[in-house]
């Protein structure tokens, strides 16, 4: 079974600071990780996924994330905040040969001018 | 990339009658899925749709309350049936491509009176 444990059901930070969402996983296979943001009434936007290849992860919007095995975690990072990036965000993890994600329960990202 | 259309974009109904989304890809992707996000709450898989068969559905969804359609590689069609309250929800569906990127509809935002 795979599950997915996002840390922080609100994340606020100011314009300019670090953002760092946390996401955890748990999967019996090898996973497929990926990072969504959701603006509200809007739909889901991939920001980056990981396929087993590079651990670090380039995403759009200067995100990345970084794969690390031994920690069971996919967080996610960006230098510097812009108010723009205001938005859930949501962690999720598939097997390759279903396609189904299984999602965390979202962060939400505030970001203070 | 693949582009997701859905209709209608959102729609008030009354308790106990039936609502259709339907959901449409401009490219063909290999697998659909319909998603359930309740109020404030991460998304939920409600099923796979299978392209000429009957759809694959996950534990607390059945098809009798969901029928799904996928008559073709690009469109399919979730059905609420004898709505309630409780589902008022917005519905999302996806689309899987070959390199295992999952794009998303905007959703169908419902709400049953």
């Known amino acids: 079974a795979q599950s997915v444990t996002q840390l922080g059901s609100h994340v606020s930070v100011s314009e300019g600071a670090l953002v760092l969402l946390r996401c955890n996983y748990s999967s019996s296979v090898p996973p497929y990780l990926f990072w969504y943001v959701q603006y509200p009434n809007q739909g889901l936007q991939l920001l980056l996924k990981y396929t087993s290849a590079a651990t670090l992860v380039k995403g759009i919007n200067g995100f990345e994330a970084e794969f690390k095995k031994s920690e069971t975690s996919f967080h996610l990072t960006k230098p510097s905040a812009h108010m723009s990036d205001a938005a859930e965000y949501f962690c999720?993890?598939?097997?390759?040969?279903?396609?189904?994600?299984?999602f965390g329960q979202g962060t939400t990202l505030q970001v203070k001018p | 990339s693949a582009v997701i259309s859905q209709k209608p974009s959102r729609d008030i109904c009354q308790r106990g009658t039936s609502l259709t989304i339907q959901c449409q890809v401009d490219?063909?992707?290999?697998?659909m899925f319909w998603y359930r996000q309740q109020p404030g709450q991460s998304l939920t898989l409600i099923a796979t749709a299978n392209q000429g068969s009957e759809a694959t559905y996950e534990s607390g969804f059945v098809i009798d309350k969901f029928p799904i359609s996928r008559p073709n590689l690009t469109f399919s069609t979730l059905t609420v049936s004898n709505m309630s309250p409780e589902d008022s929800s917005i519905y999302l569906c996806?689309?899987?491509?070959?390199?295992?990127?999952?794009?998303f509809g905007p959703g169908t935002r419902l709400t049953v009176l």
């Open positions: 490219s063909q992707v290999t697998m």
């Open positions: 996806s689309g899987l491509l070959g390199d295992n990127e999952q794009f």
């Open positions: 999720a993890v598939s097997s390759s040969n279903t396609g189904k994600l299984i």
